[in-house]
């Protein structure tokens, strides 16, 4: 399977869990948020890791490895914090649909960078 379809699938179930998180007062929609985020983790993490090692020049993997590292911890630390300041200011369900717009932008992202890498095939081919 193409890794990168997976990896853009589970950035739609990240999307999707924080948007529906609005849909309903229904205590229910919970557990159904938490179910689509822990697929979309578990769909998306090994899938990343090994991207990123598999771009990575022979002999400097660990290097790109280090960076994917440094962003991922830097993205935890600026998540919560701007989290943080948009429910202070704004509330719970300002946050939900930021949240989730942020995440619509990943797919869009993810889209540009299959197309991208796709057209980078293309050329050496």
């Not at 999707?16 to 822990?38: C, D, E, H, R």
């Not at 300002?94 to 993810?110: D, E, H, Q």
């Not at 796709?118 to 050496?124: A, C, D, I, S, V």
């Amino acid at each position: 399977m193409n890794k990168l379809k997976i990896i853009t699938w589970s950035l739609v179930l990240f999307s999707a869990s924080f948007l529906i998180l609005n849909s309903s007062t229904w205590v229910g929609i919970l557990v159904i948020s938490m179910l689509f985020i822990t697929l979309g983790e578990m769909l998306a993490f090994p899938f990343t890791n090994n991207f990123a090692m598999n771009r990575a020049p022979h002999g400097k993997e660990g290097r790109y490895l280090a960076l994917y590292t440094m962003a991922f911890s830097m993205a935890h630390i600026f998540s919560a914090k701007t989290e943080m300041e948009v429910i202070a200011r704004f509330g719970f369900e300002t946050n939900w649909f930021f949240i989730g717009g942020i995440r619509l932008l990943a797919v869009v992202l993810m889209l540009w960078l299959r197309k991208t890498l796709g057209e980078e095939k293309e050329r050496l081919n």
